[in-house]
């Protein structure tokens, strides 16, 4: 999970925005629309300008949409009551963690606002695979070295894997970061 902290240091300022970038991104992953609303009142929120906004349905697992959903159903109080919104409710911070998080997976990019100090981004690797068969190898990614700036994020499905087939996320033989 996204580190609070991390938020919470830019939410005095721009709480507000925070939130509605969010919901936002939030309505439009549960409505499975992947077309972007316009939102350009939230982008100031954001460190860096973000790519096209592309969802990826299938990255909208039953367990990410169940989450979503009952994030959304907690949020909804403060979209309908805005001076709510306050950087010292925990539970804010936390649920919009979670869903920046999930959204994050979703949109396959970052979410990171003007003033955090979050890692920057790396690799993300997601591999969705059937049958491995015996003396097959599946790696995510293969490097010799790995540096403090690596950051690495690896999803690995498989849904057979044969004696004597390997499935990798990470094999450390090359420079990484």
Do not use: W
């Not at 790396?122 to 950051?151: M, S, Y």
Request: hydrophobic share 40%.
């Amino acid at each position: 999970m996204t580190d609070q902290l991390s938020l919470a240091t830019v939410a005095t300022t721009a709480l507000p925005q925070i939130f509605g970038f969010l919901f936002g991104r939030l309505g439009e992953a549960l409505d499975r629309c992947a077309e972007s609303r316009a939102d350009g009142e939230f982008r100031p929120a954001l460190a860096e300008p973000p790519a096209p906004y592309v969802l990826h349905p299938g990255a909208l697992t039953e367990d990410r949409l169940a989450r979503l959903t009952r994030a959304e159903q907690e949020l909804s109080r403060y979209r309908r009551d805005p001076d709510l919104i306050r950087p010292e409710d925990a539970n804010l911070l936390r649920t919009l963690s979670q869903v920046r998080d999930d959204l994050e997976v979703v949109y396959a990019q970052r979410f990171t606002f003007a003033g955090e100090r979050r890692p920057a981004p790396g690799v993300r690797v997601v591999q969705r695979l059937d049958d491995i068969e015996a003396n097959a190898v599946a790696q995510g990614v293969k490097a010799r070295h790995v540096t403090d700036r690596a950051a690495v994020d690896i999803e690995q499905t498989a849904r057979t894997v044969r004696p004597g087939g390997e499935v990798t996320g990470l094999h450390v033989e090359g420079t990484l970061g």
